[in-house]
């Protein structure tokens, strides 16, 4: 129901968007989030944005550098990462809450790798 793409191989500092398109669902009613799981290590929280889109939370690690939106009328939330890390390589995984600290779907994930 949770569809992410726009993944691949970049260089450090390059720019990135993901994608999130969902289906099977009322969108617009669940705030959606982004996560990253790199190898070796526990899933983390990136990103946040709620239902309405009027508000955002960020981890500390990619605020300034990562942007969340979303576009209910397409039901799809977008991730827009800019000046790339190799500590930002991850499978990014995308999805949606449907009450606070709760993600009811998850996405199948997108590889996203920062070369040095």
């Known amino acids: 129901q949770l569809q992410a793409s726009g993944g691949g191989l970049v260089q450090t500092g390059d720019s990135l968007r993901l994608s999130c398109a969902a289906s099977g669902l009322t969108f617009s009613n669940y705030d959606m989030g982004w996560f990253r799981q790199a190898p070796g290590k526990e899933r983390e929280f990136v990103t946040r944005?709620?239902?309405?889109?009027?508000?955002?939370s960020y981890a500390s690690s990619v605020k300034g550098r990562f942007a969340i939106s979303r576009d209910n009328a397409k039901s799809t939330v977008y991730l827009q990462m800019n000046s790339l890390k190799p500590e930002d390589t991850a499978v990014y995984y995308c999805a949606a809450s449907g009450r606070p600290n709760e993600y009811n779907y998850w996405g199948q994930g997108t590889q996203v790798t920062v070369s040095s």
């Open positions: 944005i709620t239902w309405d889109g009027r508000s955002r």
